[in-house]
């Protein structure tokens, strides 16, 4: 939700041409409206409890989060964000933006291992023969363009 926040300050900064303003608006107003929605589809972390956690909502929050990640990265050319960086204020905001970005692609890192490693013990035959997981559901790997 940050970095969508920190794109939407971004196009609007002045600092981009319009379309690219318009375009880096656009799905970042996408992404931040997607926010109230889960990552993953295994209604796990509240979500499902909220009323907030079909497969539906899922699917719409990665594309959101993916369809952001391409148009910054189409949109924040290494030529633009030399120009930008020359600027303080833009600098700033590029410097928040990278930081948002960064702080999403280790979450969702730590997540797939956190899965990985649920995984891994619920596949043990102990866990299996007494029903340790009880009726959780399996947790899902997050898999979404955040570079």
């Known amino acids: 939700m940050k970095r969508s926040a920190e794109a939407v300050r971004l196009a ?14 656009e799905v970042a107003t996408a992404a931040l ?15 499902a409890r909220q009323g907030r956690g079909s497969a539906e909502d899922s699917a719409l929050r990665r594309h959101a989060e993916s369809s952001l990640s391409q148009v910054l990265r189409s949109t924040l050319t290494p030529e633009l964000r030399g120009e930008l960086e020359q600027s303080v204020l833009t600098h700033t905001q590029l410097d ?12 969702r890192n730590l997540h797939n291992q956190d899965v990985s ?11 299996r023969v007494f029903h340790l997981s009880g009726r959780a559901p399996l947790p899902q790997y997050v898999d979404i363009d955040d570079q």
């Open 12 to 25: 609007d900064s002045g600092a981009l041409t319009k379309e690219d303003s318009n375009a880096l608006r």
């Open 33 to 47: 409206s997607a926010a109230e929605f889960p990552l993953a589809e295994d209604s796990l972390g509240g979500f």
């Open 96 to 107: 928040v933006l990278a930081s948002a970005t960064y702080r999403a692609r280790v979450a």
């Open 117 to 127: 490693n649920v995984r891994r013990l619920r596949a043990k035959p102990i866990a």
